[in-house]
């Protein structure tokens, strides 16, 4: 049975950091591609970042220089360092995963939610300015 879980988050003030993990597990082929998204009250899920197995990544602009992904292939875990957090940072953080390759735009982040098929429960992320 494919499970994906997150760990990490918690409340933080304005400038602070968390790392965020997510494990993936029960796959017989894969996943090939794992992503962070995000979702704040009243907000639309938001994409965040991607990483594929060969270590290729995408992240979004506002978080670029602040945020960063990788992946331990062996644990197949992947990871969210958010380093000088702010306010609009808050959400739910949900980690997902997928057995095809993420899509590839140049270096541009281009994920959708509906490109992955398994997902996690989310991780709670408050930061107080």
């Known amino acids: 049975q494919v499970q994906v879980v997150e760990s990490g988050g918690g409340s933080v003030q304005a400038g602070g950091s968390l790392r965020l993990s997510c494990a993936a597990s029960g796959y017989t082929y894969g996943p090939f591609c794992m992503g962070w998204f995000r979702q704040a009250p009243g907000k639309e899920r938001e994409g965040v970042a991607d990483i594929d197995i060969d270590g290729r990544s995408s992240i979004i602009e506002s978080v670029k220089g602040r945020f960063s992904i990788s992946l331990d292939s062996s644990k197949v875990t992947m990871y969210l360092q958010m380093n000088n957090l702010k306010p609009d940072d808050a959400g739910t953080y949900y980690c997902?995963?997928?057995?095809?390759?993420?899509?590839?735009?140049?270096?541009?982040?281009?994920?959708?939610?509906?490109?992955?098929?398994?997902w996690g429960q989310g991780t709670q992320v408050t930061v107080s300015s």
């Open positions: 997902a995963a997928e057995t095809r390759w993420c899509r590839y735009c140049s270096g541009v982040y281009c994920q959708f939610p509906s490109d992955f098929e398994s």
